[in-house]
């Protein structure tokens, strides 16, 4: 009889504890001999920050074989990330990092964080976050589950699905959910709008680049029409916000794309549509961001199989 509220592959866990220990020992090992350097930013001389981007990790603590797969991408994505050439200031992770929102689940994911990642972390929840044990689990548990673990990974003391950090002297400005109101939409509170629009005006007040994390994309971006791929009731007056400032990049997951995708609206924002990381039949893809005095680079790239993708846009900023 079993008496978890999911069911469990215990070879398939066997499996990737064994694999989680080999990794662990060939980092203690690289301190003696070092891992060689993986990827080199356009212009080392003159980046002024850069940072690594995923989306949809979708770690799983009952791993069939799929799910071994998502947490050896997540794994040899870390390795690659931070044996860059260049250390990378931050990881970016845009919602659905978990598959259920259970606690084993962020303890596993935050373990391979500390032993493979260790840059600064800038996480948003997505739909999958508040699925719980079970899809009726109550919000305040779905957010605790979020907010702990990330406190405790980066002393940081955020207490909502929302806020911002500064790295390097950008802000990046994370959005969440403020109910649970459906398997895949968000709600955005009108305390969270009017929050939004003044850590924008702060972050953009001296013509630097600001840039927003959501798990879901804009309602009819990326050629998208099926509102559950959207963000919610609150698009519109999310993106009237956004649209008032200019150098905003906004990045999204949630709908699984192969690569990433760009759109530059008519109001002069960035849409950045991420690849899905871990549901994947090439697991790993995310997007690498260097940031230029003058410009901001966005490139794919296959973080777990240390391969550019075939995506770059070069943005001059205004």
């Not at 989680?20 to 090992?29: G, N, R």
């Not at 963000?231 to 906004?250: L, R, T």
Request: glycine residues 8%; contains cysteine.
């Amino acid at each position: 009889m079993n008496l978890l509220p999911f069911e469990i592959s215990f070879a398939a866990v066997f499996k990737e504890i064994a694999a989680y220990l080999m990794s662990a020992i060939a980092c203690l090992f690289s301190f003696i001999s070092p891992m060689e350097k993986t990827f080199l930013p356009l212009d080392a001389a003159n980046l002024q920050a850069q940072f690594s981007v995923i989306s949809d990790t979708h770690i799983e603590i009952n791993p069939a074989e799929e799910g071994v797969v998502r947490f050896q991408a997540l794994r040899e994505g870390l390795l690659n990330i931070s044996n860059a050439a260049v250390p990378v200031d931050a990881v970016v992770m845009a919602g659905d990092n978990t598959e259920n929102g259970q606690v084993l689940e962020y303890m596993t994911m935050y373990n391979y964080l500390r032993r493979f990642g260790g840059m600064d972390l800038v996480i948003a929840m997505g739909n999958h976050e508040t699925f719980g044990l079970n899809h009726d689990q109550i919000y305040s548990r779905a957010l605790s589950n979020f907010t702990c673990p990330y406190n405790l990974y980066t002393g940081e003391k955020i207490s909502k699905a929302y806020y911002f950090r500064v790295v390097k002297g950008y802000y990046f400005i994370v959005l969440g959910t403020d109910e649970i109101i459906s398997n895949t939409a968000s709600y955005i509170s009108p305390e969270q709008l009017v929050w939004l629009d003044g850590v924008l005006k702060q972050a953009t007040a001296d013509g630097k680049p600001a840039f927003l994390v959501n798990h879901q994309p804009f309602l009819g971006s990326h050629g998208m029409s099926d509102p559950a791929e959207g963000m919610g009731e609150q698009n519109d007056a999310v993106y009237e916000i956004v649209s008032k400032y200019k150098n905003v990049f906004y990045f999204s997951g949630h709908v699984h794309f192969d690569s990433p995708s760009y759109e530059h609206t008519e109001e002069g924002v960035n849409l950045i549509a991420l690849p899905c990381f871990g549901k994947s039949g090439t697991p790993g893809g995310g997007v690498q961001v260097e940031v230029y005095p003058d410009t901001v680079q966005i490139r794919g790239r296959n973080f777990a199989r240390d391969m550019w993708m075939d995506f770059s846009v070069g943005l001059t900023l205004e």
